[in-house]
């Protein structure tokens, strides 16, 4: 089976903080994904990457960066934390784009206080 | 810029009872749809695909169908059961290679 791995269930962090969300995958996928999901607002994409050190804005890119110096590792950064990032941060990875089922890691709850 | 609907948002039925779950979207040019299902304060787990040339695929007591054509998906769920109360996401996957998300609709099974 595909294994999606966040590094962190729950996080909490102080505002101005520099925070890190690592995501790992060992089906060597080409795609990884990165999403934050809020009530009334759904899932959103902030960055996506199709390649070792290529990245994509998504929706919501402002905020965040992203690294991807390994295919299986892709990580979110948050150069200086607010509190409207507190959410859940999902990653996803996947095999050639918009051809193959995507597959989710069980989420971080990020919360800036 | 690509729309997915989902109707309901919240359903509520009793055990045994067989459901279906709405999905539309706006732009037709997809590459494929995937229902989710989501438990509280979890990750996704993908339930089923269905690329853009199949009409439906099945798995277990889910079977979902795509109308691509006019930006239709249902998925069914035949003797839903207790253990099936999560929140049932859809999603497409267009032309910018992404996935777009339904909001969602939260089903509760009673016992």
């Known amino acids: 089976d595909v294994k999606v791995t966040q590094s962190s269930r729950y996080l909490v962090k102080r505002t101005g903080e520099k925070v890190f969300l690592e995501c790992v995958q060992d089906?060597?996928?080409?795609?990884m994904f990165w999403y934050r999901q809020d009530p009334g607002l759904g899932l959103r994409l902030i960055y996506f990457?199709?390649?070792?050190?290529?990245?994509e804005k998504g929706d919501i890119p402002e905020g965040y960066s992203v690294s991807r110096e390994k295919k299986e590792r892709f990580s979110l950064i948050l150069e200086s934390a607010s509190t409207n990032q507190t959410s859940m941060y999902l990653c996803a990875s996947s095999f050639t784009p918009g051809d193959t089922e995507a597959f989710f890691g069980q989420g971080t709850r990020l919360t800036v206080v | 810029k690509q729309e997915v609907t989902q109707i309901p948002a919240a359903l509520s039925v009793p055990e045994g009872e067989n459901l279906v779950l709405n999905c539309s979207f706006t732009?037709?040019?997809?590459?494929?749809l995937q229902w989710f299902r989501q438990d509280p304060g979890k990750g996704l787990t993908s339930l089923l695909l269905i690329q853009s040339s199949q009409r439906e695929q099945t798995s277990g007591r889910l079977n979902a169908s795509l109308d691509k054509s006019s930006g239709r998906s249902t998925l069914y769920i035949a003797a839903s059961q207790p253990g099936d109360s999560a929140t049932y996401l859809c999603?497409?996957?267009?032309?910018?290679?992404?996935?777009?998300f339904g909001s969602g609709t939260q089903l509760t099974v009673l016992p």
């Open positions: 732009d037709s040019a997809i590459y494929n």
């Open positions: 999603a497409v996957t267009g032309s910018a290679r992404q996935l777009t």
């Open positions: 990457s199709y390649d070792v050190k290529m990245k």
């Open positions: 089906m060597d996928h080409e795609n």
